[in-house]
Each structure stands twice: as structure tokens, then as C-alpha cells.
């Protein structure tokens, strides 16, 4: 890859050419006006940008980046700014622009027979979601930041979330795509087609490019059949082997009406109930570990009430589950949702805490949590471990939170200690050392041990192929290259 040239030595111009192309409503200059879209959702980074631009379609982002190129200046896009390994924000240098997706926020169409969506890419997940659910459909990704998030964001990091375990990633949502490519052609590959065998699937390259390919404009989603039936339970358990044990026997009776099986400590439990209003938990006693199940069919009058009552009572009998209570309405769900949702909201009103998104295969969930817990808390006395997460994805965010007497700068100095004593064990166990959330500007010095060689080598020709100047995301997924 070239190195970039230096901040053009006059930025006025582009500046001008910029403002001319897009509007006063495109543009942000003023320092103030750019400082929260040069900071990231968790407070890790503060970066500068040269500009914020927000361009209100397609060829008004395409004549943008092709501007900036001519300038050398790197872009970084933005949606909705919830990023949990600082993926959408600029370096300090201040030559950067950042690129924010928001206006273009239409939801271009439904279509009831192929039960797909038309989005564009600063429609938030939220809006998307509540769109298809009016049309009779639902959209199958759900994560905690989707008041916010952007579809946008959304594929270009593959997020998963609580739905993974039914539907799969966003990338398996993604029947098409337009993006804006690092020099500003665009690509059109927003096709709607179930089957289209016809050499590479490009547009997988951009989901989970983490927009150093470019920008995603467009998307086709492959939308589902609305749930008629939703059970929600919370149920208390020993430890996370009893939480795998209830999985399974869910599993082994019908994986197919799973729609999410998560995972909750009592540290973390008991966080949100102390730090969120309005949450409190419906059990009687508190419990070292909790599952929150939901079971979902679109057929009605399948007896899924039944059935879950059936597979509880008969875990409570073998000592699976020592205590659990089920939602009796819609309002009751979303209570039971708010417990889990709150979770990373809880962390960060606790302090300092250092996140390791990572995944096992699914039978290796317990050994990881119980190896990681005794290993953090041997490296930092009163350190406060409260992992939680997908379970049914072997997707644990393995979060540890300060001890109460630290202070939070001397927490997180030993950031890397910790993260690196997780990922020993996760490595050990074959895992991955970021599940869902990417790895953005926090982790890419993890690359070269995890996806060294052949790998890591042949990404870098992919982005060098297609962004030789490095401008697209410059600082993400990417080590320095060794020379
Ligand atoms: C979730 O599952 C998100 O709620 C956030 O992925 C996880 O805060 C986190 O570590
Ligand atoms: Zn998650």
C-alpha cells in the first residue's frame, strides 16, 4: 500500500468544492459542531475531523469521495456512531473527513412476496425494523443499539446480536448491495435474487469490511415471516454449564423455534438492577447466572406456551434450572428484555470496563467463563467479571468491570493485560477474539497473531487492490504493515 501524502497542504480548497456539492445542510466545519462524531459510543476515542460531511444520496457521496481522493484526504464513514472498537471515528490528526450516512435514510420499498426490504444505509435499524413488522414481516437482527445503529453500519460490520442464533449474521440478510466504491465509482449490485451463481459474491466483500472498502448505500434485506407466537422466560441457573444444558434441551426438541438464548451473570444482573430505572428482577432470589430464552413460530395455535412450560418444568425436575418465570404479555416481555439489553448501559454507568467480544464453539461456553473468571480475577484483585451475551452463538462479551477501590485510569492502564488473558484462553479453546463487534481501530494489533499469514496477506491485497492509497478507514482491521 502507498502511504498517504501528508495533509493537502491547503485544505481550503477541496473545502470549498465540497461545500459547493453538498450544501450548508451537507457540511460541518465548526469544531463543536464535529466533536460528537469525532468521539466514539464508549469514551475510548477523541479524534478530529477535517470535516463532516453529509451527503443526502448516492452521487452526491460518489462526487464526495472522488473529491477527497484528488486530495488525498482519508474518509472514514459513519453511521450511527455505536461502534464498540472505535470503527467509526477519525484519528487526531485532523486530516480525516468523516463521512456520515444519516440523510440518506429512505426505506425505498417491501415486497410481500419476496418478503425483502429496500433500504438505504442511514435508515436505523429501529425504523427498519418497525417498518417491516407494519408490513406484516419482521426484519431478524436485533441488537441493543438499534435505536441508533444504521443499516448502513450495520452490514458493513456484520453485526449479530440477539437473533443470530435463528437468522444468522446480517450478512446472511443481504441478498444485494450498492456501495460507493474508494475511488468513487459506485457499484450496483443491488440485486434481489436468491440464486445468482455468477462468479465472486462482491457484496459479501463489503459486509464486514468495517468500511475500509468503501461505503454501503443500498441494501436488499431478506426479511421473515412475523413470529404469531412469542414465549419469553427468564430463568435463574447455577452457572453457565446449567445455562448450555438448557440450550441444549431446547435444542434438541426444536432448534428451529429458538429465536434467542442468552446469557447473564448475577454481577451483571445485579448491575442493571441497581444502575437502570425502571428495571428490577422478577425472581425471588437472585441467582449466580441467568438465561433469557425466547421461542418464536409464525404459526398460530402452535402451543409454543406449552411447549416451553414443558422444557422448563422438566429442567427445573433435573436441577438445570432453579427458578424461572414467564412473560404473560407483551409488556412483561419487553421488561424481561429490558434485564438483558441494559447490560452494556449498566456496565458503563459502573465504571470503568474492559470488553472482550468473543466467541467458542458453543459446548466451550463454561470452561471459558469459568477459566477467564479465575484468571482475571487472579491478575486484578476485586476485579468484577460479568460476562453475558449470545449464548447460542458461543458469543460471550466477557466484560469486566473496575473493583469498586481502583481508580478508573489505573483499571484501565491494565486494558491490555486483560484482554490479552482472556484471548489465551479463548485462543486455547479455538475461539475468536472479536465474535461480532468487529475489530476496528481498538484490535487490529490482535490481526497478525490471529490472521497472520495467508490470511491477513490476502486482505491486504483485497484493500490494496481496491484502495491502493489507503483512504478508506485508514487505522481499521489493518496492523501497520511490517516492512
Ligand atoms: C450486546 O450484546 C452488545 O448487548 C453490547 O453487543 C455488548 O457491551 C457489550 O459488550
Ligand atoms: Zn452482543
Redesign the pocket.
Known amino acids: 500500500m502507498t502511504a498517504v501524502s501528508p495533509t493537502p497542504a491547503d485544505p481550503t480548497r477541496l473545502l470549498e468544492q465540497l461545500a459547493q456539492l453538498l450544501g450548508p445542510s451537507g457540511m460541518l466545519t465548526a469544531a463543536g459542531d464535529m466533536d460528537p462524531f469525532c468521539t466514539d459510543w464508549r469514551n475510548l476515542y477523541h479524534g478530529r475531523a477535517l470535516a463532516v460531511l453529509r451527503p443526502a444520496d448516492t452521487r452526491e457521496l460518489s462526487e464526495a469521495v472522488r473529491l477527497c481522493v484528488a486530495h488525498g484526504v482519508p474518509m472514514v464513514p459513519q453511521g450511527g456512531n455505536t461502534s ?1 472498537v472505535g470503527g467509526a471515528t477519525p484519528d487526531d490528526s485532523g486530516r480525516e473527513v468523516v463521512i456520515c450516512m444519516g440523510r440518506m435514510n429512505r426505506i425505498r420499498g417491501i415486497d410481500p412476496h419476496e418478503m425483502t426490504m429496500e433500504v438505504e444505509a442511514g435508515v436505523p435499524l429501529k425504523v427498519a425494523q418497525d417498518a417491516a413488522r407494519e408490513a406484516g414481516m419482521m426484519l431478524p437482527l436485533s ?3 438499534e435505536g441508533s445503529a444504521q443499516m448502513g453500519g450495520v452490514l458493513a460490520t456484520n453485526a449479530g ?2 437473533n443470530t442464533v435463528r437468522y444468522g449474521n446480517a450478512r446472511e440478510l443481504v441478498l444485494g448491495l450498492e456501495a460507493v466504491l474508494p475511488d468513487g465509482e459506485v457499484f450496483h449490485g443491488l440485486r434481489r435474487l436468491r440464486k445468482d451463481n455468477t462468479g465472486y459474491a462482491l457484496r459479501q466483500l463489503f459486509v464486514g469490511s468495517e468500511g475500509t472498502l468503501g461505503f454501503i448505500t443500498r441494501a436488499i434485506i431478506q426479511l421473515q415471516p412475523a413470529p404469531k407466537e412469542v414465549e419469553v422466560a427468564l430463568c435463574a441457573v447455577e452457572d453457565a454449564q446449567g445455562a448450555l444444558a438448557l440450550f441444549s434441551a431446547f435444542r434438541t426438541l426444536d432448534p428451529a423455534l429458538i429465536q434467542a438464548f442468552e446469557y447473564m451473570s448475577g454481577t451483571g444482573m445485579a448491575l442493571v438492577n441497581e444502575l437502570i430505572a425502571g428495571a428490577s428482577l422478577p425472581l425471588e432470589q437472585p441467582a449466580p447466572a441467568y438465561v433469557l430464552v425466547e421461542l418464536a413460530t409464525p404459526r398460530p395455535g402452535a402451543d409454543l406456551r406449552e411447549f416451553m412450560e414443558g422444557v422448563l418444568a422438566d429442567a427445573m425436575e433435573k436441577g438445570i434450572v432453579t427458578d424461572a418465570v414467564m412473560a404473560e404479555s407483551e409488556g412483561q416481555r419487553a421488561s424481561l428484555w429490558k434485564l ?2 441494559e ?2 448501559e449498566a ?1 458503563k454507568r459502573a465504571g470503568a470496563s474492559v ?1 472482550n ?1 468473543v466467541s467458542v464453539p458453543v459446548g466451550r461456553v463454561p470452561e471459558l467463563i469459568a477459566r477467564a473468571t479465575r484468571a482475571c480475577e487472579d491478575l486484578i484483585p476485586g476485579i468484577r467479571p460479568a460476562p ?3 449464548l447460542g452463538d458461543g458469543n460471550i ?1 466477557f ?1 469486566l468491570v473496575q473493583p469498586v477501590d481502583m481508580p478508573a485510569d489505573a483499571f484501565l492502564a491494565r486494558s491490555h493485560d486483560i484482554m490479552d488473558t482472556v484471548a489465551d484462553i479463548v485462543r486455547d479453546l479455538d475461539g475468536s477474539f472479536s465474535a ?2 468487529g475489530v476496528g481501530q481498538l484490535k487490529p494489533y490482535m490481526m497478525t497473531e490471529w490472521r497472520g499469514g495467508a490470511e491477513l496477506a490476502t486482505m491486504r491485497r483485497i484493500k490494496a487492490a481496491l484502495d491502493p492509497r489507503d483512504l478508506m478507514n485508514p487505522g481499521k482491521i489493518f496492523p501497520p504493515a511490517t516492512p
Open positions: 464498540m441488537i441493543s443499539s446480536g440477539n438483558r439489553e447490560h452494556a456496565q470488553k467480544d453475558f451475551g449470545h462479551h466484560n461480532e463487534h
